[in-house]
């Protein structure tokens, strides 16, 4: 079992309060006019980027009950990782229950060689947790196919997804936008960013997105595939909870 490590700290640790949050978050579920494929998804503490991130859980309404298995994509922040990291958990848990890990799925990851297992790179990484009590609040019925995304390139993150890539699947790519610069200079940053990935583009840096090495690849799948994608809120820090001269931005995005 993979034990929760910031319950408490970014987002709530007592299991009412935390379904609460996160019903707050999400407001009224609705039809998105589309079926996703992905969400592209903030992972800050939920009083920053909640809002954002749950502007784009309440998207899945349409196909919550098609949704058997979610791949989590998210950067490294506290272990430094080569290539991309699977785990060998037989679950991860959170206030809300446990969800069950799709092992076959992350061994036969392991065994064509696209990814190696690292318990280490997961046991304190919140890119993919905080992400967790949003899902347990969508579906009903799904496992989970965790990967924590290191120094690597777009080919080696394209692999992965076209592997993955099956009827079923729900994609979950988790990053924030720009770090520490003022709200105007973030807005401005961000704005500038946000076009480049409506247009896929696949050459964004670890100062355009924290989640970088992961859109990079995923872009170029979505380009390949010829999937579509839409932005659904920004917000930065400054617009939450936070100081305005020292912000991080937050962006979600729908593809379908």
């Not at 994609?171 to 704005?191: E, G, K, V, W």
Request: one cysteine or more.
């Amino acid at each position: 079992m993979r034990e929760p490590a910031v319950a408490g700290s970014f987002y709530f640790d007592d299991p009412i309060d935390l379904a609460d949050s996160v019903l707050q978050c999400i407001g009224e579920f609705v039809d998105a006019g589309v079926q996703a494929k992905a969400l592209i998804v903030p992972h800050a503490g939920y009083m920053y980027s909640g809002p954002v991130a749950g502007a784009a859980y309440r998207l899945l309404a349409n196909r919550a009950d098609d949704i058997k298995r979610v791949v989590i994509l998210g950067p490294c922040h506290r272990v430094a990782v080569n290539g991309l990291a699977v785990t060998d958990h037989d679950a991860f848990s959170t206030p809300l229950g446990d969800i069950n890990v799709d092992v076959e799925g992350c061994q036969r990851l392991i065994d064509k060689g696209m990814v190696h297992c690292s318990n280490e790179a997961h046991q304190y990484e919140h890119s993919l947790e905080v992400q967790l009590p949003f899902l347990q609040g969508c579906l009903s019925n799904f496992t989970l196919l965790p990967i924590v995304v290191g120094a690597c390139t777009p080919d080696e993150v394209y692999t992965v997804i076209n592997e993955l890539n099956v009827e079923g699947t729900l994609f979950l790519i988790s990053t924030d936008m720009s770090h520490f610069h003022t709200y105007q200079q973030a807005n401005a940053i961000d704005n500038f960013n946000i076009v480049r990935m409506l247009n896929f583009d696949t050459d964004l840096t670890g100062e355009d997105a924290c989640g970088s090495n992961v859109l990079n690849g995923f872009f170029k799948f979505c380009d390949h595939a010829q999937w579509k994608i839409k932005m659904v809120k920004y917000e930065n820090s400054g617009d939450t909870a936070g100081d305005k001269n020292k912000v991080v931005g937050y962006a979600s995005f729908i593809v379908y």
